[in-house]
């Protein structure tokens, strides 16, 4: 993503001065209520509306419906929309995406509403992914949360400020199940797991949608990319997935029907090829699946000029071919490409498209501006005291900063390092210290770095005017120049220091020595993951290893708090860090939710949603894995097994795994019964005890495994967690419910069935540390 400058933002008139506002017509509405419409959408009135207005558009401005196009702050590919105005004056464009705030967006659908044929309005998208203004910690990080409620109230709120920015449509939630950290958009999204990652999609598209698209403060969702995005091959962006249909409909798939299911409003394509046809040209997905057997009605947008790519793909010699293939699949609407507004047209006079196709999508794309109650009220979502009212208010702060803390993993605390007490002297030492950009994270959204609370400003709010720091920055985030060229011309604000890697490191370690306890903040910047940002290493980049290393050398207690998009490749660190908080990318209030963690004002209690591997070969690494038929059981000479010569097997740390400041205790697993009857259910139960010194949460995770299949089944799939609070001593039963739905996959035969057989279930505190137990579905 890269984002344009302030200068020529303005120069092309994409952000007009806050004066001649009109007066928005929308009535003021508060906070994170969703704002009920008093009518909900009547199918048969939206039909004979839109059947009225269809049968006075021509086929221009039908096909001008199905014209996306990008104006403004944000560009994400090689191509930029033009002659804009020209086009919504003519009828040509059927939304906007990448502009905001009532003014901008009240210009643009005065000339649709003033100057077009048929004063249809326009549907204002945006990249809304964890925050809008008030920005929210990535998803990879929302997700660690294990918290849905809150997930749920950080879209609620991106969708209030979204809605107060002129905006009716977020492109989000983003879905793809990914197993690879290689792949930088993997901070956009809920880690490895299928069920958790259906659980928060579903969490995401309640929070935007509400229970009422045409309030004032919701947004349509759009769930992306459809499908597999983040399966491409090598980590590699854009790359080829090739994957069996099983695998397909049980561990990938699943999210975005979770999503559709929750009533996400809009679809859009990814970019990859799909077993040898690209998404935005594959008929069976787009419409076999996902129309006909899973029913969705709203309408499908391509990712960014994914029409166009279709040649480079292979899959035509030009623009007329792509088009025809996108439509035919089932694609309504085109991103920036438009190839649809060039050859649509000529294909209908052809006879190689018809109509009654061009009808299908310009009518998914109406019904989606009716349900938005667009209809009645096209500047609904421009009020300029509501964007005032609104926008990164002192509630949302707090929010974000609440959330943030959730979000927060620790790693490791040896010899209880954290919490931190306000007395010590801290050398603060990293690159990423004072960085307030970095906290916001890719993908962020109207929100403004400025506002960004960095680790040290979070540290001296927290601690107080007197805490004794010593800075030094130690390294450079990253020292390859051509690395840092490519992040800098994409927004990035990476500076070289003009000093040599030792000396800033002896300088780091001179403040070492003089502190009571080290604080070393390091990872990667905000740039180096997220799109088109793929990293082959994923260790420390630059000299901050070595900057590690030195400060450890100093025999200090050494905390290593990191930001990064992506589970990292943390051998050293692991071993020689006396503590380690993962933060990921925090958000506007990341500074001070990490300051209220290293400090102990919140314990953290957020668990990894991805694997985080010893060694990047170990790629890609996920708990759910199939066993093999030489699992590997311990025995290093035993030669025959499956395993490497040179790293462990085990990742570094597994799915579902964070520490917390106090400790828990798990008794035995028992189940209500050993033979779960089709059709019926069970309970498994767990007493849950707070062993340590601190009040605090636990993540109790539940697991289950299907020991004999007509297929082979994982060594274990996430089914439930239940996050507890529990004061210190205090010992909680948990209880999960099981049925026989739990334990349906694919079988031989593509059915989605549950087998009779034996199954274990697994309890505990991360995916890896769990007890057992057993029951057997008869039928
Ligand atoms: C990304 C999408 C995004 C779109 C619009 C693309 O490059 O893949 O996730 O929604 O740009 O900005």
Redesign the pocket.
Known sequence: ?RKLPLALVLSLGLMVPQVNAQKAKSKKAPSTTVQQKTKPVNPAEMKKFIDALMAKMTLEEKIGQLNLV?VGF????PVVSENVDENITKGLVGGV??TFTPIAVRKLQEKALNQSRLKIPLIF???V?HGHRTIFPMPIALAGSWDLAAIERSARIAGDEASADGLNWV??P?VDISRDPRWG?IA?SSGEDTWLGSQVAMAMVRGYQGNDLAAYNTVMA?V??FAL?GAAEAGRDYNTTDMSDRRMMDEYLPPYKAALDAGAGSV?T??NDINGVPATGNKWLMTDLLRKQWGFNGFVVT??TAINEMIPHGMGKNEYDVAKLALDAGVDMD??GEVYLKELNKLVKDGKVTQAQIDVACRRILEAKYKLGLFDDPYRYANEQRAKETLLKKEYRDAARDIARRTLVLLKNQNQTLPLKKTASIALVGPLVKSQIDQLGN?NGAGDWKQAISVEQGIRNVAGPNVRITYAKGANVADDTLMIKRLNAHGGQIEIDKRSPEEMIREAVAAAQKADVVVAVVGETQGMSG??SSRADITLPGRQLDLLKALKATGKPLVVVLMNGRPLALKWENDNADAMLETWFAGTEGGNAIADVLYGNYNPSAKITATFPQSVGQVPIYYSQKNTGRPYAGDLLDKYKSRYLDVPNVPLYPFGYGLSYTTFSYSAPTVSTSTLKAGSSLTVTVQVKNTGNYDGEEVVQLYVQDLVGSVSRPVKELKGFKKVFLKKGEAQTVTFTLSENDLRFHDLNMKYVAEPGEFKVYVGTNSSEVQSISFTLVK
Request: aromatic fraction near 22%; hydrophobic fraction near 40%.
């Open positions: 993503m990008s944000t560009v994400t590919g995406f990448n998208g945006y990249d992914i492109f989000s983003m958009r956009e759009c992306k990319h995005y859009m990814s970019f990712d960014y991103m920036v993908w799109e088109a």
